[in-house]
């Protein structure tokens, strides 16, 4: 089997559709040396300013994933599409419910070769993704372990996500959870806004998401790249 292209990416910006950014900062954010941009939010993500933010990134040559979270706003012409499982929902309708309402519809024109899924644990329960997917946020480190191992093993999702959003998360237990896979990327996201915690991330996953930060401190996400391709791990 040919190696998915994200499984050398240490780095990646996750731009949101919702969100302003302008010309400049965009410019920064995609010549920066990340490995890709994702695009994706939890909330307010439509067709058309999904659109727009992809004919914006397509103008340099940064690989640009789409993480699916409505059928309306699937869009093609990106390089990859990420298809979020939330493995610690309560309601079924956020691990398959979704995904098989948007496959009955549209399974023809999916671009299977370059479609995968992303295992999501949901971690922090005052994120908008945990209220929104109603997932089970509050777990002890056994059973986070344990979803990471149905993920990796049960499942053999390509992408295992450990998902703190807005909130910096415990390094140690995402350290031991990378240690399980056998097969899946741990993807870690969540409250990157350093250098510091760049590495620190870069040291425990495989793949380091950043998110929030580049709204509010430009300058500081920036640095975030860096950070972790020099960290060796
Ligand atoms: C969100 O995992 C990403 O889906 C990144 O999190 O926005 O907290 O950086 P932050």
């Given at each position: 089997?040919?190696?998915?292209?994200?499984?050398?990416?240490?780095?990646?910006?996750?731009?949101?559709?919702?969100?302003?950014?302008?010309?400049?900062?965009?410019?920064?954010?995609?010549?920066?040396?990340?490995?890709?941009?994702?695009?994706?939010?939890?909330?307010?993500?439509t067709f058309d300013n999904t659109v727009d933010l992809l004919s914006r990134i397509r103008r340099y040559e940064v690989p640009c994933a789409l993480e699916?979270?409505?059928?309306?706003?699937?869009v093609?012409?990106?390089?990859?599409?990420?298809?979020p499982m939330v493995l610690n929902s309560r309601d079924p309708q956020w691990l398959v419910g979704r995904q098989v309402?948007?496959?009955r519809q549209f399974g023809s024109y999916i671009p299977w070769e370059n479609t995968f899924a992303e295992g999501y644990i949901i971690l922090n329960a005052d994120a908008e993704a945990a209220r929104r997917s109603?997932?089970?946020?509050r777990l002890d480190d056994l059973s986070v372990l344990a979803y990471v191992r149905l993920a990796d093993r049960l499942m053999r999702m390509p992408i295992v996500y450990l998902e703190y959003s807005g909130r910096f998360g415990n390094m140690g237990l995402v350290r031991r959870a990378r240690s399980l896979l056998t097969q899946g990327r741990l993807f870690y996201g969540g409250g990157?806004?350093?250098?510091?915690?760049?590495?620190?991330?870069?040291?425990?996953?495989?793949?380091?998401?950043?998110?929030?930060?580049?709204?509010s401190d430009l300058a500081a996400a920036l640095k975030t790249v860096q950070a972790v391709k020099q960290r060796e791990n």
């Open positions: 089997m040919i190696e998915p292209i994200f499984a050398s990416w240490k780095h990646v910006f996750k731009l949101d559709p919702d969100r302003e950014i302008n010309d400049e900062a965009l410019d920064a954010v995609c010549m920066s040396g990340t490995d890709a941009i994702m695009v994706g939010g939890s909330s307010g993500v699916v979270t409505s059928e309306e706003a699937a093609p012409g990106f390089d990859y599409y990420l298809i309402e948007a496959i109603d997932a089970d946020a990157i806004d350093s250098a510091e915690k760049a590495g620190e991330a870069a040291a425990a996953a495989d793949t380091v998401i950043v998110g929030n930060i580049i709204y």
